[in-house]
């Protein structure tokens, strides 16, 4: 996998650090990586506990600042904009998935889904709308009125799928999306946000160390102690 001039870069990063702590007692959570992704990529972030993936994506998220170098979403660099900025960025650019689901538990399936939305000034009905079929896409419509705790972990993260896709993002960014799930609901999970990238063309970008998304990934990221080891650009 190459790039050339026909593909849109989204995201770059330019020799971006993290550090934490102060003195004597820093940690180097990332060291100097520089990455771009394009358009519609399904890309894992592979590394071993500890090895910064996390912190990449919180990074890459803007959830959290890099200590030094730049990271560019959609042309403008995160590290210049206020936080107000930052938000409207993400709100409008970037959906979330965790490994632990982050449902609120007081509202059905279907209210989580439409939470994003309630932002935006859409009337009501439109805000139902489409958050009934983001939660039919993703087969749920016999729970949507469930609240999480009436509902499977696979339930709940296909929940949190049509929440972070539901307004049009142009990244999802999946943290152990499988973490917390067993085999066949963890198969069922990465085949329907293969399905999502395919007929949606947006881009998402795990941190993993899941064999599964790493097999179903079009591209693999190597990190290991917060350095980056392999592009997933070799080929």
């Known amino acids: 996998m190459r790039y050339n001039e026909h593909m849109e870069l989204i995201l770059e990063l330019k020799e971006v650090c993290k550090n934490y702590g102060v003195g004597e007692t820093v940690i180097c959570a990332v060291k100097n990586i520089s990455l771009e992704i394009t358009k519609g990529e399904f890309t ?9 993936k996390t912190t990449l994506l919180n990074l890459i998220g803007g959830l959290d600042q890099p200590t030094s170098g730049s990271i560019k979403l959609n ?11 930052l938000a409207d960025l ?14 609120l538990p007081v509202l059905s399936g279907l209210e989580n889904v439409e939470y994003p939305l309630l932002r935006l000034g859409l009337k009501s009905e439109e805000i139902k709308r489409r958050a009934k079929e983001a939660i039919c896409r993703v087969g749920l419509s016999a729970v949507m009125n469930h609240r999480p705790n009436q509902m499977s972990g696979g339930q709940r993260q296909r929940v949190a799928i049509a929440r972070a896709m539901i307004h049009q993002p142009k990244i999802i960014l999946a ?6 799930l067993d085999k066949k609901t963890a198969a069922d999970i990465i085949g329907l946000m293969c399905t999502l ?22 591209r693999i990221i190597k990190v290991s102690d917060g350095q980056l080891i392999s592009s997933g650009l070799d080929g």
């Open 44 to 52: 894992a972030i592979a590394g071993t506990s500890g090895s910064g």
């Open 175 to 180: 943290d152990e999306p499988t973490a917390n």
């Open 75 to 85: 042309g403008k660099s995160l590290e210049l904009l206020t936080s107000r900025e």
């Open 197 to 218: 990238n395919k007929e949606s063309g947006v881009t998402f970008i795990f941190s993993t160390h899941d064999p599964m998304i790493m097999d179903s990934a079009s």
């Open 90 to 103: 993400r709100r409008k650019n970037l959906g979330f998935i965790f490994q632990t689901f982050n449902l």
